[in-house]
Nanobody, 124 residues
Framework: QVQLVESVGGSVQAGGSLRLSCAVS????????MGWFRQAPGKSREGVADIDSDGTTSFGDSVKGRFTISKDNAKNTLYLQMNSLKPEDTAMYYC??????????????????WGQGTQVTVSS
């Protein structure tokens, strides 16, 4: 199994920046697929950013050009750098992971493991 623990989020003003981190333990593998998701009250969960086993990244349309996903394999940590934050970015943010062998079998990242979530609030 994989355990994921997000860092404490925070409150920032619009236009500000914030970095989230996710500590990974258990069946760690640099080839595991990982991503960030978010969910605002009354809204459906949406994908924010993900990073594939080969390092390829993708972003949701609403955060393209503002957010960056990265990982430090040596530290078993996933990061989400959020810049130019907007009030609509306010949500609970979750990191997630899928095992590399599962991804290879399914052809997509299963995201079977999730962190507890951390609150990010952007004020105007």
């Amino acid at each position: 199994q994989v355990q994921l623990v997000e860092s404490v989020g925070g409150s920032v003003q619009a236009g500000g920046s914030l970095r989230l981190s996710c500590a990974v333990s258990g069946s760690t593998d640099s080839r595991n697929c990982m991503g960030w998701f978010r969910q605002a009250p009354g809204k459906s969960r949406e994908g924010v950013a993900d990073i594939d086993s080969d390092g390829t990244t993708s972003f949701g349309d609403s955060v393209k050009g503002r957010f960056t996903i990265s990982k430090d394999n040596a530290k078993n940590t996933l990061y989400l750098q959020m810049n130019s934050l907007k009030p609509e970015d306010t949500a609970m943010y979750y990191c997630a992971a899928g095992l590399v062998h599962r991804r290879r079998s399914l052809g997509y990242c299963p995201y079977d493991y999730w962190g507890q979530g951390t609150q990010v609030t952007v004020s105007s």
